[in-house]
């Protein structure tokens, strides 16, 4: 359970994620965790991961990992990237395969966000690569993130960063699965 955002807008970039984790009805605030943040940086690139708290690790090692190819710059260079990352879930990582047979495709299990300066993508589960032009947010808290961010988005006062901020704040107030404090990285964008 978790929730994330990013935004675009006035030429920059802002990206935020809650810092609770939950296993089943027991929470892990950021007060008891200091590993507890959910954006890793790759160079220039800021990644926000859902989905079990061992993918924040397993991403953090494969794309520190200097002999994979690996290029998030576009849609194209992020699926062909998310692609090869599947294989190696599954192969050093030991993902456990869905046995829905409703999907047609396997699922990765996460739900991912990045921004960088070339912009900000989506990742989902089934590696469906989105690249967003103003705001998008997944986790549990996705649809208080996204009502705050379209809520502010327009006002000329408020910058990227303080729109990322609210929307966590906004899924905090309202969703279980979401916690403060909240991590948030801003920068501009090329």
Do not use: C
């Not at 994330?4 to 965790?33: F, N, P």
């Amino acid at each position: 359970m978790t929730t994330i955002s990013v935004v675009r807008k006035d030429g920059q970039i802002a990206i935020a994620a809650d810092t609770l984790t939950k296993w089943g009805s027991g929470k892990e605030s950021a007060k008891y965790i200091r590993n507890s943040g959910k954006i890793i940086r790759i160079e220039d690139n800021f990644i926000a991961v859902t989905g079990n708290a061992t993918f924040k690790m397993i991403l953090k090692e494969y794309f520190m990992d200097k002999s994979q190819s690996i290029s998030l710059h576009s849609v194209d260079d992020i699926f062909q990237t998310w692609n090869k990352l599947h294989l190696k879930l599954k192969e050093k990582y030991f993902l456990m395969p869905e046995e829905d047979k409703e999907d047609a495709i396997e699922s990765s299990r996460m739900d991912v966000l990045i921004a960088n300066p070339h912009g900000i993508f989506g990742v989902s589960g089934h590696r469906t690569v989105q690249e967003f032009s103003r705001f998008y947010a997944y986790g549990s808290g996705s649809d208080y993130a996204l009502g705050a961010m379209w809520a502010k988005y327009e006002s000329h006062e408020i910058n990227a960063e303080t729109i990322a901020r609210k929307s966590i704040e906004a899924a905090a107030e309202f969703d279980d699965g979401t916690g403060l404090p909240l991590d948030s990285f801003t920068f501009t964008a090329r």
